[in-house]
């Protein structure tokens, strides 16, 4: 079965230093897709980056990156440089299958980033 | 501008009575999909759908019914709401071209409900 796991409830980071959000996954289907998501206090949901599972690259977008290892069943956002406008709770989640098409999406339980000036 | 919408954004009610939560899309997404948000336990999908006509259940889609007979439109159902259901509600919608554009799914504002 599908499982995400985020292990940090809570983080706390200072202004332009790099930050890396743990998260690790589980699934026996060998095509799946892992997202990062953004939700501000403000309640929006805002997609970061996403990687999938036969891509030879770590998916960057700006000052994300997504460090992925495969054979360990992890995906971790880095921020590179983090600012006061990334305190916010993140999201790692999976989908099963090759397209979105035709599958489940399961978020891991979030990690909440608090970057201190 | 393209966007999903949900009404409504703030909603009290009693348990038992019945209630809609309509959810809208005008990109041309095949794929929509229904959350809750609950503290700790992050999103959790109630149903998806990947065509009109075409709807599949998430992990907790007990008390929730949906339908799809337009593309745009994604209505999230609740017979007999309990308290229990008192949640943050999301709906999205994606399209399916596959890469990382066919995997962004954007999401509505929310809808906060509460079952009295």
């Known amino acids: 079965a599908q499982k995400i796991t985020q292990t940090q409830p809570g983080m706390f980071v200072q202004e332009k230093e790099a930050v890396t959000l743990d998260c690790t996954y589980d699934?026996?289907?060998?095509?799946?897709?892992l997202f990062w998501y953004k939700q501000p206090s403000s309640g929006e949901m805002i997609f970061l980056i996403y990687?999938?599972?036969?891509?030879?690259q770590n998916a960057t977008e700006g000052r994300y990156s997504l460090n992925f290892q495969k054979a360990r069943k992890s995906a971790n956002l880095v921020i590179s440089a983090s600012q006061l406008g990334d305190s916010a709770m993140y999201f790692c989640a999976m989908r099963e299958g090759r397209y979105s098409s035709a599958s489940k999406i399961i978020f891991g339980s979030g990690t909440r980033l608090s970057i201190r000036p | 501008e393209a966007q999903v919408t949900q009404n409504p954004r703030y909603l009290i009610t009693v348990t038992g009575k019945k209630l809609t939560v309509t959810c809208s899309q005008n990109m041309n997404h095949e794929y929509m999909s229904w959350y809750r948000q609950d503290p700790g336990l992050g999103l959790r999908q109630i149903y998806y759908s990947m065509n009109v006509e075409v709807t599949d259940k998430g992990d907790v889609p007990e008390g929730y019914k949906v339908s799809r007979k337009e593309k745009r439109n994604f209505p999230l159902i609740l017979e007999s709401p309990s308290p229990n259901q008192t949640s943050l509600y999301f709906c999205a919608s994606s399209p399916t071209s596959g890469g990382a554009k066919g995997e962004t799914q954007y999401f509505g504002p929310g809808t906060r409900l509460l079952v009295l």
């Open positions: 699934t026996s289907d060998p095509s799946y897709g």
């Open positions: 990687q999938g599972s036969y891509d030879q």
